[in-house]
């Protein structure tokens, strides 16, 4: 089955977006999306990768959670920590214990061990000689951070287990987690302290169990049940899992005392219900309930998926609702310039954490939702996560309502809020704005703009947390010794940055207007305008009407421009930059037609040679439009080795194809 270049893009973006959630929610603890969403995308990614047969072995599919924090040591688990599927309604349960069934090839029922699904960490622990050797989080399943020094101050958690001698070896798995009376001492404290308060359990103990101090997170009322084990040498283990249990809490270790165990699916909802019943008055925090085949040698034989056990299920809860009031609407800037709406509550307790605000996404949700400052609203807690308004009881009730309007200049600069697509809206200043200044830098010295060397991520990050630099312009202004300053930063690297900004004043035009940041102008994009105008002057003085005579050049794209340039803010940042020393060629416009004026090429492939940034580079130079897609307006496919689905549209469709090596031949000959 052909695989259209849309479908790729969305798998693409589908990818990127659980690996960023996936390390907010498992490595930093501060996720943006309820579990649900993610559990949306998920889902989505993986129907389309098995009906379209697009299955990677570096796809969220294929692994769980994230990678762990670079400040721990690294503990690679001998046996995977598997994430679990999950499932939301009696139908899907029913299916879970179907499809056993027919792996299994009986119609019997099964036995299950039952118990609630924490909401806590995940971890491991190494029991050498029935003595505690390490700790380890679950990070991405196969590699975590060893937390044994903040492991040992957990009580419930023991040093040495009872009755297990020498030349044994025990891993054992549990989820740590902070109770709700334990949660609620610690915020009692802190108001009397004046100190900040914990948001969510949750949260709290993920703190918690990654404190470089132990000192710290003895401070912390941590508490665990172990749910299942690992690696386990030198001990006879009994051949069911509830039993296993009954050892576990024979040599000491902390077991759920709510567990159960039912034969058939049926009586397993039954408990599931009946804790969905008992869940507030619980002492800790559940977002479900675990459903496990309680037979270990039937645990064996129905194995692993690639991310998750076969022979395991979450029924997760549906969310929890309250009624609470608006009491008005704050516009936020985004890292990248999206103004967001956020709505401020009455302070309510949903979900298991006391919701004061939430994001309302942007100013279609507003209108869907038909929202005015002064509405009750009902707040729901997704997934046990992320707290949402989904609909206004009444307006009726609100004396004194108002309407909520978009602000017309950027909260954090005062500049011209511009329209982004069909919802979105951002800041125009991009570049200058302080809210943007991070992502601003950091595009501004990547590679394909002004290649700063050792300007990377983090270290910008960490220079602009540090008030080091503001903008792009002081990049050029920093000392040696302002860098060696720095962590993990010594004097040889320090000449080096130095040095690496220095070369990076060497530049080209098309580089320069790259790394400004303007918005939908990529390398593309730059290099038409500069073809076109030759000139920074030029493009900067350029009306709505002349910028859409550039080739490509819309009238949105065309629009950013003018908006970025006719700010005055921008215009004094250029000149900062210019009388830094930055200079580039001057540009030669020629009258003449180009030779691949309006032929449009597709590469695919990989260009062994030439990268293939420079030969679109080299293309449009020379006229030609770049195509992400093969359609019968295509004049000339250029096809590396690897080259898949757009080839063959390319044969089928009677493309003319050429090899890396004849269209390096052509270029050549094009450009004498």
């Known amino acids: 089955?052909?695989?259209?270049?849309?479908?790729?893009?969305?798998?693409?973006?589908?990818?990127?977006?659980?690996?960023?959630?996936?390390?907010?929610?498992?490595?930093?603890?501060s996720p943006e999306i309820p579990d649900a969403d993610f559990d949306t995308l998920l889902a989505r990614l993986q129907f389309l990768e098995s009906e379209y047969k697009l299955e990677?072995?570096?796809?969220?599919?294929?692994?769980?959670?994230?990678?762990?924090?670079?400040?721990?040591?690294?503990?690679?688990?001998?046996?995977?920590?598997?994430?679990?599927?999950?499932?939301?309604?009696?139908?899907?349960?029913?299916?879970?214990?179907?499809?056993?069934?027919k792996r299994l090839d009986t119609e019997d029922k099964f036995e299950y061990s039952c118990e609630p699904k924490i909401d806590?960490?995940?971890?491991?622990?190494?029991?050498?000689?029935?003595?505690?050797?390490?700790?380890?989080?679950?990070?991405?399943?196969?590699?975590?951070?060893?937390?044994?020094?903040?492991?040992?101050?957990?009580?419930?958690?023991?040093?040495?287990?009872?009755?297990?001698?020498?030349?044994?070896?025990?891993?054992?798995?549990?989820?740590?987690?902070?109770?709700?009376?334990?949660?609620?001492?610690?915020?009692?404290?802190?108001?009397?302290?004046?100190?900040?308060?914990?948001?969510?359990?949750?949260?709290?103990?993920?703190?918690?169990?990654?404190?470089?101090?132990?000192?710290?997170?003895?401070?912390?009322?941590?508490?665990?049940?172990?749910?299942s084990v690992g690696i386990v040498e030198g001990v006879a283990l009994p051949a069911?899992?509830?039993?296993?249990?009954?050892?576990?809490?024979?040599?000491?270790?902390?077991?759920?005392?709510?567990?159960?165990?039912?034969?058939?699916?049926?009586?397993?909802?039954?408990?599931?219900?009946?804790?969905?019943?008992?869940r507030s008055s619980l002492t800790y925090e559940i977002d479900g309930a675990v459903i496990k085949v309680n037979n270990l040698t039937l645990q064996k034989e129905l194995g692993n998926n690639a991310r998750s056990p076969r022979w395991a299920m979450a029924y997760k809860f549906p969310a929890e609702e309250k009624t609470t009031t608006v009491i008005e609407v704050?516009?936020?800037?985004?890292?990248?310039?999206?103004?967001?709406?956020?709505?401020?509550?009455?302070?309510?307790?949903?979900?298991?954490?006391?919701?004061?605000?939430?994001?309302?996404?942007?100013?279609?949700?507003?209108?869907?939702?038909?929202?005015?400052?002064?509405?009750?609203v009902v707040v729901r807690r997704a997934g046990d996560v992320i707290p949402k308004i989904v609909r206004v009881v009444s307006s009726i009730t609100n004396k004194h309502p108002k309407v909520i309007r978009l602000p017309k200049n950027c909260p954090a600069c005062r500049s011209v809020i511009e329209k982004d697509g069909e919802v979105l809206y951002r800041c125009s200043a991009g570049i200058i704005c302080p809210a943007q200044r991070k992502e601003a830098i950091k595009h501004f010295s990547s590679r394909s703009a002004m290649d700063i060397d050792g300007l990377g991520d983090k270290l910008v990050e960490l220079m602009v947390d540090e008030g080091v630099i503001e903008s792009v312009a002081d990049v050029y202004a920093i000392k040696a010794e302002q860098i060696s300053a720095l962590e993990r930063m010594g004097d040889k690297s320090a000449a080096n940055l130095i040095k690496a900004i220095e070369k990076s004043k060497q530049t080209t035009l098309p580089r320069f207007l790259f790394g400004l940041g303007i918005r939908e102008v990529g390398e593309a994009?730059?290099?038409?305008?500069?073809?076109?105008?030759?000139?920074?002057d030029k493009i900067i003085s350029a009306d709505t009407d002349s910028l859409e005579q550039v080739p490509d050049v819309g009238p949105v794209?065309?629009?950013?421009?003018?908006?970025?340039?006719?700010?005055?803010?921008?215009?004094?940042?250029?000149?900062?930059?210019?009388?830094?020393?930055?200079?580039?060629?001057?540009?030669?416009?020629?009258?003449?037609?180009?030779?691949?004026?309006?032929?449009?090429?597709?590469?695919?492939?990989?260009?062994?040679?030439?990268?293939?940034?420079?030969?679109?580079?080299?293309?449009?130079?020379?006229?030609?439009?770049?195509?992400?897609?093969?359609s019968k307006n295509t004049s000339c496919v250029v096809a590396g080795p690897g080259a898949g689905s757009k080839l063959s549209k390319a044969e089928e469709l009677g493309v003319k194809v050429i090899n890396e090596k004849d269209f390096l031949a052509l270029l050549n000959e094009l450009n004498n």
């Open 1 to 29: 089955m052909a695989v259209s270049d849309k479908i790729k893009r969305e798998v693409t973006k589908l990818r990127q977006q659980l690996e960023h959630h996936n390390r907010l929610y498992h490595s930093l603890d």
């Open 56 to 101: 990677s072995p570096d796809s969220p599919t294929q692994r769980v959670g994230s990678e762990a924090l670079s400040q721990f040591s690294q503990v690679t688990h001998k046996q995977a920590m598997l994430s679990l599927d999950k499932v939301f309604n009696e139908g899907d349960l029913q299916a879970f214990e179907a499809r056993i069934g």
């Open 120 to 227: 806590g960490i995940a971890v491991s622990l190494l029991y050498r000689d029935g003595v505690l050797e390490r700790a380890a989080t679950r990070g991405d399943g196969v590699t975590g951070e060893d937390i044994t020094h903040n492991v040992r101050t957990i009580h419930s958690i023991p040093l040495r287990l009872r009755n297990v001698g020498a030349g044994s070896l025990i891993e054992v798995r549990g989820e740590i987690f902070l109770s709700k009376p334990g949660f609620k001492r610690l915020n009692e404290m802190a108001e009397v302290a004046g100190s900040k308060v914990f948001v969510n359990p949750r949260n709290t103990a993920a703190g918690a169990v990654r404190q470089l101090d132990s000192r710290k997170s003895a401070k912390i009322p941590l508490q665990m049940f172990c749910y």
């Open 240 to 278: 069911k899992l509830s039993e296993i249990f009954k050892t576990l809490d024979q040599w000491g270790l902390p077991v759920n005392p709510d567990r159960d165990v039912k034969t058939g699916i049926k009586s397993c909802l039954q408990y599931c219900l009946k804790l969905l019943k008992k």
């Open 330 to 376: 704050e516009f936020q800037v985004g890292r990248t310039g999206t103004i967001t709406p956020v709505a401020r509550l009455e302070p309510v307790f949903v979900g298991g954490v006391t919701v004061s605000n939430t994001t309302l996404h942007n100013m279609d949700e507003i209108k869907r939702l038909g929202l005015r400052v002064g509405d009750t």
């Open 525 to 536: 994009t730059a290099l038409q305008l500069v073809n076109y105008f030759g000139d920074l």
């Open 557 to 630: 794209v065309a629009q950013h421009v003018s908006v970025f340039f006719n700010n005055d803010e921008n215009l004094t940042l250029l000149r900062r930059l210019q009388e830094y020393g930055i200079i580039w060629p001057k540009v030669e416009v020629s009258d003449n037609v180009k030779p691949l004026n309006k032929q449009i090429y597709v590469l695919t492939g990989t260009l062994e040679l030439m990268p293939r940034s420079e030969a679109k580079s080299r293309l449009i130079a020379l006229g030609a439009k770049v195509a992400g897609s093969v």
